[in-house]
């Protein structure tokens, strides 16, 4: 049986991805460009999945994909915010305002759902390890 403590954490997690969809879906009427548009509602369809997931199940993989996703988002999302922060020239210009506001916290969302998708990575194959281990001594 999973403890109550388990389930609720997991499904809180499964909300912080669903809201990361909801940002993508704002960044979606704030584009211009179609491609963008399509790369977003892709990433938002992503984002519903595993939070659907996650809300199910919360199986490892689905903690696996969800902490890759969101550290690669990090790592795609941080260029343009200091671009903008730094007066990136071009770059700065083609972003308004607002959506420097919604990059910002969904980057922050993306920061914690990392965090605490590796850390139940983390003790989810500690404690796989430790039951292998156990298995073989027998």
Not at 17 to 40: K, N, R, W, Y
């Amino acid at each position: 049986m999973i403890p109550q403590a388990a389930v609720v954490g997991r499904r809180a997690c499964a909300v912080l991805a669903a809201c990361s969809a909801v940002l993508h879906g704002i960044t979606i009427v704030q584009t211009e460009i179609p491609a963008a548009a399509v790369l977003m509602a892709g990433m938002g369809a992503a984002c519903l999945y595993c939070a659907r997931e996650l809300w199910m199940q919360g199986a490892l993989r689905t903690w696996v994909l969800v902490a890759v996703m969101n550290l690669a988002m990090i790592a795609v999302h941080t260029p343009f915010a200091s671009a903008h922060q730094h007066g990136g020239g071009a770059a700065v210009a083609a972003i308004p305002m607002h959506h420097s506001t919604v990059m910002t916290l969904a980057t922050a969302l993306a920061a914690v759902e990392a965090v605490i998708a590796t850390a139940v990575v983390y003790q989810r194959s500690r404690h796989n390890r430790v039951a292998v281990s156990q298995a073989a001594a027998i």
